[in-house]
């Protein structure tokens, strides 16, 4: 979506414009529920902090200024809600190593059907995107996938953009990491 | 591309990446929650338009919540003193 049409949906968002509200939810919904499907490896977890996200952009929209951008903003949300999400089940089970081993090797989210559509490079990447820790995985997710930029992404995570980058390139060499583990257990198995 | 040419210089990985497919909600949820959230939205342009709600709320968020959380959490500091306190003989 382009900047300018971008601004002029929000302008029309914040006056309570029920069809810029459809237009939005139509462009960003399989973006955003994507990334919190990959954030967080639960299919069910991501659909209601999907609904929690767009909750929150209807009932702030009035308060929206006028050159919010979209993308950031909801991601933005999305994130931050996954995170107190995760922080509530942590504490209440203490189940951290639990929960970093349930996304280990096992994008859960995804259907049968997705599986059985998706090539097999798309599968290793998900697999090796769902092993990796939820620190590289975000910073992956935002600026590989979602391509936001470095400061927007710097926003997002309440980090500085050389944080980001420094991040960035540690994920980027753990994803290589994991790759290779993924293709030594399929020689392996062969 | 295979795993392997990702992997052995045949790309970057997070090149790669940006050709994942997205993923979506069912249908049948997809509608749902667009309904639930404009509804959303209305009441929330319903309530933006009486501005005296707005100043209220935004007093509320600005003065009156952070107020009262402070001011709960430095008595809770002084009754956990005086409780550690009780607890050595004079």
Known sequence: ?190 | MTPESINKGGGDPLETLASLGTHDVDPWRAETLRREAKARLERAHRLASRRWFVALRRTYRLALEPAFVYGLAAVHLCWTFQTVLSLWPR
């Open chain 1, 1 to 190: 979506m382009e900047e300018r049409q971008e601004q002029e949906l929000v302008s029309r968002l914040r006056q309570g414009d029920g069809a810029a509200f459809d237009r939005i939810y139509e462009a960003f919904r399989p973006r955003v529920f994507s990334f919190l499907a990959r954030l967080c490896g639960r299919r069910d977890l991501a659909e209601d902090l999907l609904q929690e996200t767009w909750l929150r952009l209807a009932s702030q929209a009035p308060e929206l200024r006028e050159d919010t951008r979209l993308g950031p903003w909801l991601f933005t949300v999305a994130r931050n809600l996954f995170i107190s999400q995760w922080r509530r089940q942590r504490y209440a089970l203490d189940r951290q190593g639990e929960l970093e081993g349930q996304q280990a090797l096992s994008p859960g989210w995804i259907s049968p059907f997705d599986l059985a559509a998706a090539g097999e490079t798309e599968r290793a990447l998900e697999r090796a995107l769902a092993a990796l820790p939820l620190s590289s995985r975000e910073v992956i997710l935002l600026v590989a996938i979602e391509h936001l930029e470095i400061a927007e992404v710097a926003r997002a995570l309440s980090l500085s953009p050389e944080a980001v980058r420094q991040r960035l390139s540690r994920a980027r060499a753990q994803l290589a990491e994991h790759l290779a583990t993924l293709e030594g257990r399929k020689e392996t198995r062969q």
